[in-house]
């Protein structure tokens, strides 16, 4: 297990210890034993989790199909070319059947499961309101709810569709797909897309460029936000509050009690 290598690329992420113990859900402690070398051989699933943060490229090289982050990455080797994760390419992920949801991260094809209708509602809502706000101002930014392909990095590697983005920059939008980072992302958590939304896309969203992340956690009622501008990300708040949104400048924001009350009045007991 080579310590230095993720050292080096804590560096070079500019992650603090504290970003990464939230990121990987190892604990603060343990985090800074490794990374003052108290603890200078780690266990194993302690290393794989801090590597899934600093260099996911390496778990998905010694955990085929990227078992680590708990879900099922498919190959689809009957559908497609016969490659290995990590090969993939965007003509691939086209030549999937339309029904099959998926996403290309990195070369790795991920099976997306249908949401929730807990899910729904709150990517819905959000949308909904960033959509009245940015009318209301008249901003020339446009909110999408997925499903939406993003060409996050520009590349043949990855095609991301994340629950509720924001392009202000219209250059970016094609008519197949958005090409680049959006300004804006949210992304709500569940069982089957937890892991790689924490650990994998939101790295992948701070290093394409993408200013603003939301990450809502349904179970936990919080949603955490990442303002990549502001060096003191990332700001925590409930579904109590009324939660800015950075990139309107003070226009716009999500008032979370509205998401909650529609999802307590759809999921009420009779």
């Known amino acids: 297990m080579d310590i230095e290598r993720l050292k080096k690329r804590k560096a070079e992420l500019g992650y603090t210890n504290k970003d990464i113990a939230e990121l990987s859900g190892v604990p603060l402690g343990t985090?800074?034993?490794?990374?003052?070398?108290?603890?200078k051989t780690p266990r194993r699933d302690t290393y794989l989790a801090l590597a899934a943060v600093l260099d996911p490229e390496y778990v998905y090289n010694v955990q085929s199909n990227a078992n680590y982050v708990r879900e099922i990455a498919?190959?689809?080797?009957?559908?497609?070319?016969?490659?290995?994760?990590?090969?993939?390419?965007?003509?691939?992920?086209?030549?999937?059947?339309?029904?099959?949801?998926?996403?290309?991260?990195?070369?790795?094809?991920?099976?997306?499961?249908?949401?929730?209708?807990?899910?729904?509602?709150?990517?819905?809502?959000?949308?909904?309101?960033?959509?009245?706000?940015?009318?209301?101002?008249?901003?020339?930014?446009?909110?999408?709810?997925?499903?939406?392909?993003?060409?996050?990095?520009?590349?043949?590697?990855?095609?991301?569709?994340?629950?509720?983005i924001i392009v202000c920059d219209l250059g970016l939008m094609t008519k197949r797909v958005v090409y680049g980072a959006p300004e804006f992302v949210m992304e709500v958590l569940s069982p089957s897309t937890k892991s790689k939304d924490i650990l994998i896309k939101l790295r992948k969203y701070k290093e394409a460029g993408c200013r603003e992340v939301w990450i809502v956690d349904p179970d936990k009622k919080?949603?955490?936000?990442?303002?990549?501008?502001?060096?003191?990300?990332?700001?925590?708040?409930?579904?109590?509050?009324?939660?800015?949104?950075?990139?309107?400048?003070g226009k716009c924001s999500v008032d979370f009690r509205k998401v909650e009350k529609k999802i307590g009045w759809m999921f009420r007991k009779e």
């Open 74 to 164: 498919l190959a689809y080797d009957a559908v497609v070319k016969k490659k290995k994760q990590g090969e993939y390419t965007i003509e691939d992920y086209y030549a999937l059947p339309d029904e099959r949801r998926v996403e290309l991260i990195d070369g790795v094809i991920y099976d997306m499961i249908s949401p929730t209708g807990e899910h729904q509602i709150i990517a819905g809502e959000v949308y909904c309101q960033l959509m009245a706000c940015a009318e209301e101002h008249g901003m020339e930014c446009m909110p999408f709810i997925s499903p939406i392909d993003v060409q996050l990095d520009r590349d043949k590697k990855t095609m991301v569709q994340p629950d509720v």
């Open 222 to 249: 919080t949603v955490t936000v990442y303002d990549f501008r502001d060096e003191d990300w990332p700001d925590i708040y409930t579904f109590d509050d009324s939660v800015p949104v950075a990139i309107s400048e």
């Open 31 to 39: 985090v800074q034993k490794v990374f003052g070398t108290v603890t």
